[in-house]
C-alpha cells in the first residue's frame, strides 16, 4: 500500500530513479516476493543504473525511505528481515484453525527420499526469497548470518542426524553465498564442523553464487576484501574481483534451487506423500463439515 506521510520535493533525476524504483517493486511483486533495500540496491547497480559503491548505496536508500514517506513507493515491497516481531499465534474461531492446520499439514516427505537435504543461506537478506521454496520442497531454511556459531552447527548436526535416519542415509545442504574470499570458504567450514559433530555422510553442494554463473548473469563486482584472511588465496585463484549473491534475479535464484533439488528427490515417492496428505485433508473436511450440519 502507498500512504503519504510527508511531503517531498524531488529533483528530476531522483524522480527518475524512483520511477525505476517502482519497475523494479512492480517486478518482484508479481512473483509474491518482497525486496530488502540492499536487493533493490543490486538491481540498479546490474541494470547500470548506478555505480556499484558505498555512497551510491547510501543515496539510493535515503531516496527510497523519501519516496515511500511521499506516498510514491508501497510500503509493503520492502521489508526488514533483521527486525520482525514475534506475534503470537490467534484465530477468530475453531474454523479458521482447521483451515490453518490444513494449510500447514504435511506429512515428513523425506523420509521416503533415497536422501536427506536442507537448504542453508549465507544471508538473512534471502531469507524472503527463499522461504517459500524452502516450504516447496519441504526443507528446513538455514540463515548463518557469515560463518555460523558452535552451537547453531551443533544444533543444525544434531538435526540432520535425526532427520537422516540417525546417520544411515546421505544429506545433503544445498548452500547460497557471496562468491568472496569468506563465501567460498564457507563450504569447507560448514562440512567440516558439521561432520566433527557427527554428520557423517555429508555434503555440502554450493548452488549459488559461483563463477560460472558470475559468467553467465554478470552480476555487479567488488573489489575482494583484501583484510580477510582468506583473500590471497582467493586472489589468486579469481582475481581481485567478489561477487555477492543479491545481485541474482530472485527468479535466477529460484530456477537454480529448484534444479537442485528436483535432482536430489524421488519425485513418484514424493508424489505418493503428497496424495496421502491431500487424503487426510479431505478426511479433516469432511469431519468439518459433519461437525456443521
Excluded at 524504483?21 to 518482497?34: F, P, S
Excluded at 553442494?205 to 552480476?219: F, N, S
Aim: charged letters at 30%; aromatic letters at 10%; glycine letters at 4%.
Amino acid at each position: 500500500m502507498k500512504r503519504k506521510f510527508r511531503s517531498v520535493n524531488f529533483r528530476p533525476d531522483s524522480l527518475g530513479k524512483i520511477s525505476k524504483m517502482i519497475e523494479i517493486v512492480a517486478e518482484y511483486q508479481k512473483q509474491g516476493l518482497r525486496l530488502t533495500a540492499r536487493q533493490l540496491y543490486y538491481q540498479f547497480v546490474s541494470r547500470d543504473l548506478i555505480p556499484n559503491v558505498p555512497t551510491e548505496y547510501k543515496k539510493l536508500t535515503a531516496l527510497l525511505t523519501d519516496a515511500r514517506y511521499a506516498g510514491l513507493v508501497d510500503w509493503s515491497a520492502i521489508e526488514d528481515r533483521g527486525r520482525v516481531p514475534d506475534v503470537p499465534s490467534e484465530w477468530s474461531n475453531i474454523e479458521s484453525l482447521v483451515q490453518s492446520a490444513l494449510y500447514a499439514y504435511r506429512l515428513p516427505r523425506w523420509n521416503s527420499q533415497p536422501t536427506y537435504a536442507e537448504l542453508w543461506v549465507e544471508k538473512q537478506a534471502l531469507a524472503g526469497v527463499l522461504a517459500p521454496l524452502a516450504r516447496e520442497f519441504h526443507v528446513p531454511l538455514m540463515v548463518n548470518k557469515g560463518y555460523s556459531s558452535a552451537s547453531a552447527m551443533y544444533e543444525s548436526a544434531e538435526r540432520i542426524v535425526r532427520a537422516s535416519d540417525d546417520g544411515s542415509k546421505p544429506a545433503t545442504i544445498f548452500y547460497l553465498g557471496d562468491h568472496d574470499p569468506s563465501g567460498e570458504d564457507m563450504v569447507r567450514d560448514i562440512e567440516t564442523r558439521l561432520v566433527e559433530f557427527g554428520c557423517s555422510d555429508l555434503t555440502v553442494t554450493k548452488i549459488a553464487l559461483t563463477m560460472a554463473q558470475v559468467d553467465e548473469y554478470d552480476p555487479p563486482p567488488n573489489p575482494a576484501k583484501i583484510a580477510d584472511p582468506r583473500a590471497k588465496a582467493y586472489i589468486e585463484k579469481f582475481g581481485d574481483s567478489s561477487w555477492e549473491v543479491d545481485a541474482l534475479p530472485p527468479d535466477v535464484l529460484a530456477q537454480l534451487i529448484r534444479d537442485a533439488f528436483e535432482a536430489a528427490i524421488d519425485v513418484s515417492a514424493l508424489d505418493e506423500i503428497k496424495e496421502q496428505e491431500e487424503a487426510d485433508k479431505q478426511w479433516l473436511k469432511d469431519k468439518l463439515k459433519e461437525r456443521n450440519t
